[in-house]
């Protein structure tokens, strides 16, 4: 097993994340924030205006076909805003070094507009479904950009078939309650799976109803807590701030119980996590997205923007200067527990809150996932998909919670940066099709 992990280790942060992951994210995210004349930053306030004024639009009525812009922007920043910016981007510094989050905003930065263009090009060429909405994501515009090869749409499902079954959050989270609650396996994990089930059974309107509750919530403790620390350890930033930059184009040394690392290993982990937690080209959001009710694409790819922004540019990024700044990232514990770690120095009963912390976060982006994975399962086999789905996953998500988290996270790395590499080349395709506005 371990011989095969690391061969898997070096073919994902080397070749996948060190030289594809790179040049294909850098060169098409350039490319088409020139072609767009930098549109994330220019329109960066119109996309909140128009976020804004989703909250109060009345212009949609219950008969209308699809789901509400707003609670389609709430399914799907529950799978972006996730175990991903806590024990993910932890695990890559702890890994790779501070350096990491140079990339990581990077990737962000670029991320949006290949996102828009992602969630555009899905919009705009869904098909009306059975139920009242709508159908569309990667698997339908990869029919556009490869008339001729109708089998890469099929590779596309089945790897989002893999990937929306998100066995690293559920590892953590299995994890976390075991550590700090000593509960046991065989009660954690069928609840688990339980609240699952409901929640995808009501498709995206009933994620996205839960997720409106759970997000917003999380984001604002969070974010006060880190923000807190980072006020009481201000005087440390500016020292931080220079080894990040140090660490992102010189790699790092070792200290304490971190064991090193190259520059492309600092990369290849910014890279590939900055991508993961913000969902940067591997098409599940465009899955979700294509369901909105706004007709215009360029209406609900717009809110994708800031999306990203909320996910990388804030939350990943106190994360990081918050295990950074304490120090614990150099500290050999397991990548979900160094918040906790962190954060327990300087607030009480951290045992209690990070596990539902980890609970939330992890759940809101388990069944965001597993909802896009059904309908690729859907696309694959219309009769019988969906039970077949839920049966593999019922089954991965229980394997992979026996197993440490570095594997099941490597899994999700690798079946991503395959996801991605097809995606950006349909993006590329498909670049005249797409209209950056507001």
Known sequence: ????????????????????????????????????????????????????????????????????????FFATIGGVIGIGNIAGVSLAVQIGGPGALVWVLLVAFLGMIIKYSEVYLGVKYRHHDRKNGYDGGPMYFLQKAFPKYPWIAGIM??????????????????????????????FVIPMFLALILFAVLGGVERIGTIN???????????????????????????????????SAFNGHAAVGGFAGSTFILTLSKGIASGAYSGDIGIGYASILHSETKFQDPSKQASLTILGIFLDTFIV??????????????????DSSLLVQTALSKYFPYMEYFMPTCLFVLGYSTIIAYLVAGIKCAKFLMPNHGMKIYLCYAAFSFVFFSFFESRYAFMIMNIVGGLLMLINLAGILRLRKDIVYKV
């Open 157 to 186: 499902c089945v790897l989002l078939c893999i990937y929306g079954v998100e066995i690293y959050m559920f590892n953590v989270v299995k994890h976390s309650f075991e550590t700090n609650f000593d509960v046991d396996a065989t």
């Open 316 to 333: 990943c990024s106190c994360t990081i200067l918050l295990v950074v700044l304490t120090g614990v990232w150099t500290t050999d514990i």
């Open 212 to 246: 409106s509750i759970l997000i917003p919530g999380f984001v604002i403790i969070y974010l006060a807590m880190t923000l807190w620390v980072i006020i009481l350890e201000i005087d440390q930033l500016p020292h931080v701030l220079g080894v990040i930059l140090h």
């Open 1 to 72: 097993m371990d011989r095969i992990f690391h061969a898997l280790q070096y073919f994902n942060d080397t070749i996948l994340w060190g030289y594809l992951g790179l040049g294909f994210i850098i060169t098409l995210g350039f490319y088409l924030s020139f072609k767009a004349r930098w549109f994330q930053i220019t329109h960066f306030g119109k996309a909140f205006k128009h976020f804004i004024a989703c909250g109060k639009s009345k212009e949609f009525s219950k008969e209308d076909r699809g789901v509400s812009p707003l609670k389609i």
